[in-house]
């Protein structure tokens, strides 16, 4: 008898931590049809896209209740291209290469391991209107130095880290901070691969302000990179501003340093309860001469918390040598180049629209 009540104790126990933890399975379809001009070859190209309004993906996710304010977790999630039904967005597996973390959070604030979204690219993402995907995203994160960028692998966009250590602070009255360290792993000449960064931020009511600081180390120099942004929502309408500052210091006799100078303006409005409409300018300063221009437009219908339509129009205007395109996920992410009267080899113009619709789950 006594053994038997031991053992419904153990199994109470059991039950009791089981309650406390949780898996969440969750993800976002989205598919839709896109038209983009002017791509190589002089071509206008069209079809379906994935990921025009929020990137689609399918992720796990899960805490563990440890007691005290103490809780443990973890988070996988993969890019979907859903118009083919493949991983990555493209053509592999489905991958965690989104997000592979797994955490400890408390008072203290909250400790990640893994891989997952640098805070650079975090805080300059916050303020795109357009979610960083689709033909009308901000493209100030781009892997812009070809030459001393190829050093960099995968990740010379600072998008994300393999192999990082994160902190993130608690709430102080609507400051935050984080700080993050992906290691090298001796992967290379120069410690190839290393990034440092973190971002300060202050998110209290209407308004928003976040500055951030990141460097990635390569074989041939170091990419830094410096933005400040900021949104304030008025009620009836929302604006929002960027300025992003990325710098390659190459350390190679006979490559060039160079610096880009990136912009962002924007403003959305809520449309009768269940819509929001929004426009965005950017301008993009680069090496040299080169320069463009881009201004978005878009519109997001709700159908539901989970559900939404939605249109966007981009235009994208390259001056002196320039050679930017806009992105239709698996539809297009390439422009023509001609020869100008000038000489100078430059991209041509492009206007890109997309239609679809998203879904959360």
């Known amino acids: 008898m006594k053994k038997s009540l031991i053992a419904l104790a153990v199994l109470a126990a059991s039950g009791a931590a089981m309650a406390q933890s949780s898996v969440t399975l969750f993800g976002i379809v989205d598919t839709g049809v896109s038209y983009v001009n002017n791509a190589t070859g002089d071509v206008n190209k069209y079809g379906v896209h994935t990921s025009g309004n929020q990137t689609s993906r399918l992720g796990l996710r899960g805490t563990e209740d440890l007691g005290g304010g ?14 083919i039904g493949a991983g990555s967005g493209a053509t592999g597996p489905l991958d965690f290469k989104r997000e592979s973390t797994v955490r400890l959070s408390g008072n203290f604030g909250e400790v990640r391991l893994g891989r997952e979204t640098t805070p650079t690219f975090r805080a300059g993402s916050k303020y795109d209107l357009f979610s960083s995907t689709g033909v009308g995203q901000f493209y100030g994160y781009k892997a812009w130095n070809g030459t001393v960028g190829a050093a960099y692998g995968a990740d010379d966009n600072t998008i994300r ?22 290691f090298d792993e001796k992967q290379g000449l120069n410690k190839t691969g290393r990034y440092a960064g973190g971002n300060v931020g202050y998110d209290n009511g209407p308004l928003s302000v976040t500055a951030a600081y990141g460097s990635l180390s390569g074989g041939t120099g170091d990419r830094d990179e410096f933005s400040v942004g900021a949104g304030y929502n008025f009620g009836v309408a929302k ?21 880009y100078n990136n912009y962002l303006l924007g403003v959305s409005a809520p449309v009768g309860g269940v819509g929001e409409v929004k426009a965005q300018y950017a301008f993009y300063d680069q090496q040299g001469d080169a320069k463009a221009h881009q201004v978005s437009l878009g519109y997001v219908h709700n159908l539901s918390k989970r559900t939404a339509l939605y249109g966007t129009v981009a235009y994208l205007k390259n001056q002196k040598g ?31 629209v997309q239609v679809g619709i998203r879904h959360a789950f």
Do not use: C, H, I
């Not at 103490?70 to 118009?83: I, N, Q, R, S, V």
């Not at 192999?163 to 102080?172: L, R, T, W």
């Open 70 to 83: 103490l809780k443990a977790g973890f988070w996988l999630e993969g890019e979907l291209g859903t118009d």
């Open 161 to 182: 880290a393999n192999n990082m250590v994160s902190y993130s602070s608690p709430n102080f009255s609507g400051f935050t901070a984080n700080l993050s360290y992906a």
């Open 239 to 259: 604006v929002v501003g960027l300025a992003q500052q990325v710098k390659y210091k190459s350390d190679v006799l006979g490559v060039s340093s160079a610096k």
């Open 322 to 352: 320039s050679q930017m395109s806009l992105n239709a996920k698996n539809v297009n992410n390439n422009v023509d180049t001609r020869t100008n009267l000038s000489g100078v080899t430059t991209g041509a113009n492009q206007t890109g």
